[in-house]
């Protein structure tokens, strides 16, 4: 069985703090994980997949596999960066598992 | 389409009801799923289609949920007697790639409330 946790459901942070979204995963084999964003009144979207180790709006994701986590990261954050994130795990099934989310709010 | 259409956006409805969600993928994906959204329950997947195989449904959580997919494209997801708990959000999203999942493509949703 594959399982995604995400144990913040609220972040609450100041523009230009870091920030660190957390994710763990549970799967035996070799994972695909990616990060999805829904920003308020648009529709859920692709942030960032792990595969592809890229950097999108100024966001960075690391899988290690000892720690089984996937966190989210960002330098300073912005108030564009409010929103929610998920985080979703691909294992052996064609099925992607989903956290339940964590919101993100960034005040001025 | 430009992206994965849903109808409707908002549906009211009384208890005991039988609703219907349609969702219109991106043209071309072969992959189409339904999760539900609730607060703070995050995506609960419930059902996946993947061209002309048969249906995924380990994810339905009841069976007065049913969905159908004609011609490999239109789907349509039927909540038959609602009952309030399944007052949420329902999304649907499409994929191109037949094996390993890729990218999702989600559509708007259709929020659901059960009165």
């Known amino acids: 069985a594959q399982r995604v946790t995400q144990p913040e459901k609220l972040l609450s942070v100041f523009k230009g703090a870091p920030v660190e979204l957390k994710c763990n995963y549970s799967?035996?084999?070799?994972?695909?994980l990616f990060w999805y964003v829904q920003y308020s009144r648009q529709r859920l979207q692709l942030l960032l997949r792990?595969?592809s180790r890229e950097s999108i709006k100024g966001f960075t994701a690391d899988l290690n596999k000892g720690e089984t986590s996937f966190h989210l990261k960002k330098p300073f954050a912005q108030e564009e960066d409010s929103a929610m994130y998920y985080c979703?795990?691909?294992?052996?099934?064609?099925?992607?598992?989903f956290g339940r989310g964590t919101s993100l709010i960034v005040h001025p | 389409g430009a992206g994965v259409s849903q109808s409707p956006s908002n549906k009211v409805t009384e208890k005991g009801k039988d609703v219907e969600l349609r969702c219109d993928p991106i043209?071309?994906?072969?992959?189409l799923y339904w999760y539900r959204q609730s607060l703070g329950q995050g995506l609960e997947f419930l059902i996946y289609?993947?061209?002309?195989?048969?249906?995924?449904k380990s994810g339905l959580p009841s069976d007065r949920f049913s969905a159908e997919r004609t011609g490999g494209s239109v789907s349509t997801l039927t909540i038959q007697r609602t009952q309030q708990e399944d007052s949420a959000v329902y999304l649907c999203?499409?994929?191109?790639?037949?094996?390993?999942?890729?990218?999702?493509?989600f559509g708007e949703g259709s929020r659901l409330t059960v009165l």
């Open positions: 999203a499409s994929s191109s790639k037949t094996e390993n999942t890729g990218e999702l493509f």
């Open positions: 799967y035996s084999g070799s994972p695909e």
């Open positions: 792990h595969i």
């Open positions: 979703a795990l691909s294992g052996g099934s064609y099925i992607p598992t």
């Open positions: 043209s071309g994906h072969t992959a």
């Open positions: 289609f993947q061209g002309n195989s048969a249906p995924d």
